[in-house]
């Protein structure tokens, strides 16, 4: 993609307004550089969105982020993964191998796929 058709994108998408820079900015210092940042990002611009759709249904950015952050909670106190801790996923493409990526990166595990 030419750069100034990914300008036009980041444009269109209302992603260059004030209001969308201190969300993102926000994201990263709550979460860090990481994918947990991005989905915290994604459900505050876009709540409602639909981010997944798979065979089983339909997820919003909302509800991923509010799933991952459980999963991350249980992995966490329950499976005591933790930062530095490397975690491989072996399973099909669908709506829980995400919100198992995004759990994982927002406890700070290595993740392999």
């Given at each position: ?14 992603l ?14 709550t ?17 409602h ?63 392999f796929?």
């Open positions: 993609m030419r750069i100034d058709k990914l300008g036009y994108v980041i444009y269109k998408m209302n260059l307004s004030l209001k969308s820079i201190f969300r993102l900015i926000s994201s990263i210092l979460r860090g550089l990481n994918l947990s940042a991005l989905l915290h990002f994604s459900s505050n611009m876009f709540p969105h639909i981010a997944i759709h798979d065979s089983k249904g339909s997820i919003t950015y909302e509800q991923l982020n509010k799933t991952s952050t459980k999963l991350a909670n249980y992995f966490y106190h329950h499976e005591q993964i933790k930062a530095g801790i490397r975690l491989g996923f072996v399973c099909r493409n669908h709506t829980t191998l995400v919100q198992g990526l995004f759990a994982a990166s927002r406890v700070g595990a290595d993740i796929l």
